[in-house]
């Protein structure tokens, strides 16, 4: 495992550099990104295959149906800002993998540009878009944190790292947002219906 | 972290490796209950939209590639200069460095034996080699290298073929450089396209050490229609991968691979420089080449330390080109090429294997000329006749640790994680035992067989998939695989040895039928015979079942 130099500064004196291990998909980060930087074109190509297709989905989820020309206008505004600031991974110094860190950017792009011009609701019917509509009433901060939870899949530590927050505070927004949602889904008034019970096997 | 944190991240890494939260879990809990409600939204979780637009990757490139520095060329190595009293033409063999002997002060005295020894042998070698030059160059069908602008193997073709006049390039002899047209990201729609069989990479090779990879795109070349026809004599293809190479348990190389494959169409490595050897991998013959620079079929450059196959089986040509110093050396593309060229074998020039607990029927008979093997006895501890000579029914357990209660020996189970080639995670759902035996559990019965289901969250294609494998293993006693219908091959893992069928329907160790395609690895480990099955149309792939073999473990 390569690992990074971390030096621990201990009253006055220097202390041993500390080694924190990095882990496979950093490595390749870090080297996707050194390569990229150097003008290499196949790195570049090998970057936008793997993570373009995640991040544009993940805006695509976000903004609903309909709303394609204006997932792909923030996934290239992302990828731009990206690609000035890969010098981190370049660097061998980021500490969150890249899918994570692109995706982060891809909700602040998302946030700018709707501030700049609003788009309006896509109509949908009644039962299918309630969810929808209820997370679009949100913040958009609170938004992000349940879409990524939810379309995205993500865990609590990956949460954290999109969101860029520790793991506590990605808690308490997720769970504020949550608290918000719950009240315009209405599952105590039994719009949805109870989740099945545990262990039924599927039938072939 | 508070109760409250802990149990939302808790419910999140449940819903994570992709099972539900159930009602118990939540009940006390109202935003835990929202979160399993969204959850289940399909407007959230299951829309996934459209793929990505291919122009929107082209675009993105085109403008992002404008802006990355100008790459620095890397200084080209002098030629090393020939010993005095030779010609640098010579075809002196490429010796290891380890053969030369160190200059010691021990040394000094052999120094002078030694290489009066070297420079007459290579004196004979040179002489040899002028007499043998011209029968020495090996000769293929479609194949051919060319260095410096002249041929060094000579070309056959076959007789009566004709050259397809191709409408986009100068000429179909494989010298000119091809267009491919804008990629596909579906390999079915690629196949549709092409008159033979595209032979994709496996997900991950079961060598050692651990090569993966990940098909990005399928271009297409039209030689004499101008758009892909299955017709068109001349069609190319290239797939462009990742390639990764297991350095270490914990690290991995990664690079781009690039596979041209073409049927009975001309295919020129033409170099400067650099050193080939002839090759025979599977029954495919070709060249190996190492150097640099290269210009593959397209026209891209490769640039640095570059590795080249060329192969050619039948009316079937392929090229791997990728970096060496990357991990694409000559030992994984012969690997690779290894596995690929012998999935090609098929019907009745494909050579049968032998298996110590694995048979092959058709038709309700043993496979004509498939070793059997050896008979077993299977006696029960409690007495009574064996349950797997009447495909007894399995029986509910409730967790793993009393299905491993009822077995007398170490489960394996699946990996919790692991890569195929991209990751996924997996988490067992229930369980099964058969006794050895009769319908009643015995403690640590050997003569028992366990099954057990998986939940299997992968990512394909950029978005999560859940799947379920279930999994049938024992100990002693022989499997059978039907193979009347459907597709089979052999398959060596780095751990076993077995059989991938893929089909429908097929009918379990437990008696159920499955009617919709299934992939079946079917598998010998020492003296145990392992089983995993899932549905094709979930994503439980050939490269998936020998990943989730490969990294099994008790």
Redesign the interface.
């Known amino acids: 495992?390569?690992e990074t130099l971390v030096r621990s500064v201990n009253k006055g004196r220097d202390a041993a550099p500390r080694r924190q291990?990095v882990?496979?998909e950093l490595?390749?980060d870090y080297?996707?990104a050194a390569r990229?930087?150097?003008?290499?074109?196949?790195a570049?190509?090998?970057w936008?295959?793997?993570h373009?297709?995640?991040v544009?989905?993940y805006l695509?989820?976000r903004l609903g149906?309909g709303r394609?020309e204006l997932?792909?206008e923030v996934?290239?505004s992302t990828?731009?800002v990206a690609?000035r600031r890969v010098g981190p991974y370049a660097k061998g110094r980021a500490r969150v993998p890249m899918r994570l860190w692109l995706l982060r950017l891809a909700g602040v792009q998302l946030s700018k540009r709707l501030r700049k011009r609003p788009v309006p609701q896509v109509p949908?019917t009644e039962k299918?878009?309630?969810?929808?509509r209820v997370?679009a009433a949100l913040p958009t901060r609170k938004q992000e944190a349940?879409?990524l939870?939810?379309?995205?899949?993500?865990?609590?530590a990956?949460?954290a790292a999109a969101l860029g927050l520790r793991?506590?505070g990605a808690?308490?927004l997720?769970?504020s947002a949550?608290?918000q949602?719950?009240k315009g889904?209405g599952?105590?008034a039994g719009i949805?219906d109870?989740?099945?019970?545990?262990?039924e096997?599927?039938e072939? | 972290m508070g109760r409250a944190a802990r149990s939302l991240y808790d419910a999140l890494e449940q819903l994570h490796s992709g099972i539900p939260l159930n009602w118990s879990q939540v009940e006390d809990d109202p935003e835990l209950i929202a979160l399993a409600q969204l959850s289940r939204s399909p407007d959230i979780t299951e829309w996934r939209g459209t793929g990505t637009p291919r122009a929107l990757q082209d675009e993105l490139f085109e403008d992002l590639a404008s802006r990355l520095p100008t790459p620095k060329p890397k200084p080209v190595k002098a030629p090393p200069k020939s010993l005095a009293g030779f010609s640098e033409a010579v075809p002196v063999p490429i010796q290891a460095e380890e053969d030369i002997p160190p200059l010691s002060a021990n040394a000094l005295p052999w120094v002078g034996a030694t290489l009066a020894a070297a420079a007459g042998v290579a004196l004979v070698l040179w002489l040899l080699a002028s007499l043998l030059r011209l029968d020495s160059a090996p000769t293929f069908t479609w194949l051919q290298l060319r260095q410096d602008g002249k041929a060094v193997t000579e070309v056959r073709r076959p007789p009566g073929w004709v050259q397809p006049a191709c409408r986009r390039a100068d000429k179909g002899d494989g010298t000119a450089l091809r267009r491919f047209d804008a990629p596909l990201v579906d390999r079915s729609q690629a196949q549709l396209k092409v008159g033979f069989p595209i032979s994709f990479l496996p997900g991950t090779l079961p060598v050692t050490p651990t090569y993966g990879f990940r098909l990005l795109d399928v271009s297409l070349s039209p030689c004499t229609t101008d758009s892909p026809d299955p017709i068109d004599p001349g069609m190319m293809v290239k797939l462009t991968y990742t390639a990764r190479k297991q350095v270490n348990p914990t690290t991995w190389t990664a690079t781009s691979l690039v596979v041209f494959q073409g049927r009975a169409v001309p295919l020129t490595v033409n170099v400067e420089r650099g050193n080939w050897k002839r090759v025979d991998i599977q029954g495919a013959r070709g060249i190996y080449w190492r150097g640099a620079p290269y210009v593959d079929p397209e026209g891209k450059d490769w640039i640095g330390d570059v590795s080249v196959l060329a192969l050619e089986s039948g009316d079937r040509v392929s090229l791997y080109v990728g970096q060496t110093d990357l991990g694409v050396d000559e030992q994984m593309l012969a690997s690779l090429a290894g596995y690929v060229e012998g999935s090609k074998l098929g019907g009745a020039n494909r050579p049968l294997p032998s298996f110590n607990m694995i048979q092959l029927v058709k038709d309700g008979k043993p496979l004509e000329n498939a070793p059997t093997p050896a008979a077993r006895e299977l006696s029960c501890r409690s007495g009574g006749e064996p349950n797997y000579k009447f495909e007894h029914r399995y029986y509910q357990v409730t967790s793993f640790k009393q299905a491993q209660a009822y077995t007398g020996y170490q489960l394996f189970s699946l990996p919790p994680t692991g890569e195929a080639p991209e990751p996924y995670h997996s988490s067992v759902i229930d369980g099964a035992v058969r006794p050895c035996t009769g319908n009643a559990f015995v403690s640590a019965d050997p003569g028992a067989s366990a099954q057990l289901r998986y939940n299997v969250m992968q990512t394909v294609r950029g978005k999560g998939i859940a799947s379920q494998v279930t999994m049938f293993q024992w100990r002693f006693v022989p499997a059978t695989v039907d193979v009347t219908k459907g597709t089979w091959k052999e398959v060596q893992l780095a751990n076993g040895h077995g059989v991938l069928w893929s089909g429908v329907p097929y009918h379990d160790p437990d008696g159920s039928d499955w009617s919709r395609p299934v992939n079946v690895l079917v598998f010998e480990r020492e003296d145990y015979v392992i089983t995993l099955i899932g549905h094709q149309d979930e994503e439980v792939t050939e490269d998936l079942l020998i990943a989730l073999a490969t990294g099994m473990n008790r």
């Not at chain 1, 990229?36 to 196949?42: C, Y």
């Not at chain 1, 109870?194 to 262990?199: A, E, F, K, L, V």
């Open positions: 495992m390569r291990p882990s496979p490595e390749g080297e996707l990229m930087l150097e003008g290499d074109r196949d570049l190509r090998l936008l295959g793997g373009l297709p995640p544009y989905g695509l989820r149906p394609e997932a792909e996934a290239k990828f731009g690609l949908e299918q878009g309630r969810a929808r997370l349940l879409y939870a939810l379309a995205e899949g993500l865990n609590g990956e949460l793991v506590p808690m308490r997720l769970r949550l608290k949602a719950d889904l599952v105590a949805y109870q989740p099945d019970s545990q262990g096997r599927a072939e």
